[in-house]
């Protein structure tokens, strides 16, 4: 297949922050989901609107860390005891890229201050950590979200496609045994063989 050298083009080791993985780590029959390239619109921090369940995001990491904050729907929500929240769950909701990340990483201080374990989607509650039916709860959601990311976006669409015969890895260091809704790259991998199943057909 034909696919864009500039997916392969060299960045700069020595300036790189030391969590990222660049575009030329690629091995044979690779590419990186680099955020330097276009492919980084496959990252959960990229921008792009999708609505899932009734609710609209501006991202996947919108909905990952809004998910952590209050949900004032809720009857009984133990964390809107909790105060130090710098945002609403509606405002992580519309964020993306390192906004998103960061009102995460609020999240879970707050989480481990005040000793929370539970986050939420709708009615349910689950730790999304546990590596049993909480971890596998949350795989399937970010699954619908990323799938629905995906399907609202026809461009972000044409360009998984484009990536096919092509093995997808994260640009951020990720250890093996990290969950697999961490693993954005195979959960991406599997939406596109659907993709190309039903083109098939
Ligand atoms: N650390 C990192 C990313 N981490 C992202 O953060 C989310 C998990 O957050 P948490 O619930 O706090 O473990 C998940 O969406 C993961 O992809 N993303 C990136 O692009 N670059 C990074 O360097």
């Known amino acids: 297949a034909d696919y864009p050298s500039d997916w392969w083009k060299p960045a700069d080791e020595q300036t790189a922050p030391k969590w990222e993985i660049l575009p030329q780590s690629a091995k044979p029959g690779e590419v990186i989901l680099s955020k330097r390239t276009e492919l980084g619109v496959f990252s959960n921090l990229s921008k792009a609107p999708f609505t899932l369940d009734g609710i609209s995001y501006a991202s996947i990491e919108g909905l990952w860390q809004g998910m952590k904050y209050p949900d004032p729907t809720l009857a009984n929500d133990e964390r809107s005891k909790v105060t130090g929240w710098p945002n609403t769950r509606a405002q992580v909701y519309l964020m993306s890229s390192w906004e998103s990340k960061t009102a995460g990483n609020v999240a879970n201080q707050i989480y481990k201050d005040h000793n929370l374990k539970f986050i939420t989607y709708f009615d349910r509650r689950f730790m999304y950590n546990d590596g049993k039916e909480g971890s596998q709860f949350h795989l399937e959601l970010i699954t619908r979200a990323i799938r629905a990311k995906v399907m609202q976006n026809p461009e972000i669409k044409a360009l998984l496609l484009k990536t096919a015969g092509l093995n997808l890895k994260p640009d951020h260091q990720m250890s093996e045994d990290s969950l697999p809704s961490?693993?954005?790259?195979?959960?991406?991998?599997?939406?596109?063989?659907?993709?190309?199943?039903?083109?098939?057909?």
């Open 182 to 201: 961490y693993k954005y790259h195979e959960i991406l991998e599997k939406i596109r063989a659907e993709l190309l199943k039903d083109k098939a057909l």
